[in-house]
């Protein structure tokens, strides 16, 4: 079985000033690791995500995450964030050979941006 | 190119009552899967259907079911309301397991 930990529940930032949001998994298995966002009253929007190949993944709206195996953490970073950031960031695992197309979520982090 | 739409939005039902639930794909998806939302539990995995086979299933009571039709609409249905099983539940679509799931804005079900 898969699961996710996100460490931080709720992290407050600054206007322009960098995030990173923890994300670590565990699996017996490979996996594929995504990072989603989630906005008030909305559903689930990709924000990248790691399949092979390179560890650094660049995805929409100027995120990046950092795969990497050895310490099974997928953390997710942007250098200068916007009051629009503000929203819940969710990392999670597939691993389709053993456990289909499942997403395994974490608990969520809640990203507060301040003016 | 139109999203994943889920019906209704929003829903109030009485506990005991049955509640059914819908989901359009994006066109072309064949994998649908279900979701709930709950602050306690998170999100959790409901079921995956693929091709109007159920491909795979979560930890959840009987009283959760869902199908898939020809045209990959799904449809979830919850028997028996309890007040716990008010939630947000999302449907997503997927193209190809590697691809990641687009999701639907969800209904939101509340339990009286």
């Known amino acids: 079985a898969q699961s996710v930990t996100q460490l931080d529940s709720q992290v407050p930032v600054f206007e322009e000033a960098p995030v990173e949001l923890r994300c670590n998994y565990s699996s017996s298995v490979s996996v594929y690791l995504f990072w989603y966002v989630q906005y008030p009253n909305q559903g689930l929007q990709l924000l990248l995500k790691?399949?092979?190949?390179?560890?650094l993944v660049k995805g929409i709206n100027g995120f990046e995450a950092e795969f990497n195996k050895s310490q099974t953490s997928f953390h997710l970073r942007k250098p200068s964030v916007h009051i629009s950031d503000t929203a819940e960031y969710f990392c999670?695992?597939?691993?389709?050979?053993?456990?289909?197309?499942?997403?395994?979520f974490g608990g969520g982090t809640r990203v507060l941006v301040k003016p | 190119k139109a999203g994943v739409t889920q019906t209704p939005r929003y829903l109030i039902k009485t506990r005991g009552q049955q509640v059914t639930l819908s989901c359009s794909p994006i066109?072309?998806?064949?994998?649908v899967s279900w979701y709930q939302q709950t602050p306690g539990q998170g999100l959790q995995f409901l079921f995956e259907y693929f091709s109007e086979t159920q491909r795979n299933k979560g930890n959840f009571p009987g009283r959760f079911s869902g199908r898939q039709f020809s045209n990959s609409r799904s449809e979830m249905n919850v028997s028996t309301l309890e007040l716990g099983d008010s939630a947000l539940y999302l449907c997503?679509?997927?193209?190809?397991?590697?691809?990641?799931?687009?999701f639907g804005s969800g209904t939101r079900l509340t339990v009286v």
């Open positions: 790691y399949l092979s190949g390179s560890t």
């Open positions: 997503a679509s997927s193209l190809s397991d590697s691809l990641g799931y687009t």
């Open positions: 999670a695992v597939s691993a389709p050979r053993a456990a289909g197309n499942k997403l395994t």
């Open positions: 066109s072309g998806h064949r994998s």
